[in-house]
């Protein structure tokens, strides 16, 4: 079976401070990965997407990079978090593009102070 | 150009009836539709889904709607339990790696 896992459940960063949010597939070669971001009660934006090891697309920049170090790993991260980076960050994969159903993580509930 | 639209914000409705959502967009080359439930604090979970050659979808209580002329479609939830009281978002996608979504509609189903 499948399995997503995202890391750290929750984060309380300083403003300023480096961040650094990770998502591990298993039981699945070569997905395409998602990063989303989500405020609180709002809808979902696409960050990033990658397809393949080494390569990820931007959708939305938001002053964060994204990698994808390996098949099954999917890192999101920035050197200084803004006030506006809080929020709910959620990665997701899906096997084929377009009309193919995205499978979401439990997400991870970032507060920026 | 890349918009999708949902109504309402919010839905109240008591156990038993028929909720509906709505959702519309702009670009004519979407051509794959998703609903997504999403519960607090958890990441959403597709609910059902619809490609823009059909004009509804069924799957149990479940029901989409389609309407390519207009831009339209609408997710039916028939006998409405308490425990699909979640936000719901409906997505759109063409022929790149991007969804894109609704701003949601949360609804509330009172026993």
């Known amino acids: 079976a499948q399995t997503i896992h995202q890391w750290p459940v929750a984060e309380i960063k300083a403003v300023g401070s480096p961040l650094s949010l990770g998502c591990t597939i298993k039981?699945?070669?070569?997905?395409?990965l998602y990063w989303y971001w989500q405020a609180t009660g709002g809808t979902l934006q696409q960050l990033f997407y990658?397809?393949?090891?080494?390569?990820v697309e931007s959708v939305v920049q938001l002053n964060l990079s994204a990698s994808r170090p390996k098949d099954d790993q999917f890192i999101l991260s920035t050197e200084k978090l803004l006030l506006s980076h809080s929020g709910f960050y959620l990665c997701?994969?899906?096997?084929?593009?377009?009309?193919?159903?995205?499978?979401f993580g439990k997400g991870t509930r970032l507060t920026v102070v | 150009q890349q918009q999708v639209r949902q109504s309402p914000q919010s839905l109240t409705v008591w156990e038993g009836e028929t909720a509906i959502l709505n959702c519309s967009y702009e670009?004519?080359?979407?051509?794959?539709f998703p609903w997504y439930q999403q519960f607090p604090g958890e990441g959403p979970a597709l609910l059902i889904s619809?490609?823009?050659v059909s004009d509804k979808k069924e799957d149990g209580r479940f029901t989409i709607f389609f309407n390519k002329r207009e831009k339209k479609l609408s997710l039916h939830i028939t006998d409405s339990q308490p425990g699909d009281s979640a936000t719901y978002f409906c997505?759109?996608?063409?022929?790149?790696?991007?969804?894109?979504w609704g701003s949601g509609t949360k609804l509330i189903i009172k026993p």
């Open positions: 670009d004519s080359t979407f051509n794959y």
């Open positions: 990658s397809i393949t090891v080494g390569q």
């Open positions: 039981g699945k070669s070569s997905p395409n």
């Open positions: 997701a994969w899906s096997l084929e593009q377009g009309d193919t159903e995205v499978f």
């Open positions: 619809i490609r823009s």
């Open positions: 997505a759109a996608s063409g022929s790149n790696y991007q969804l894109i």
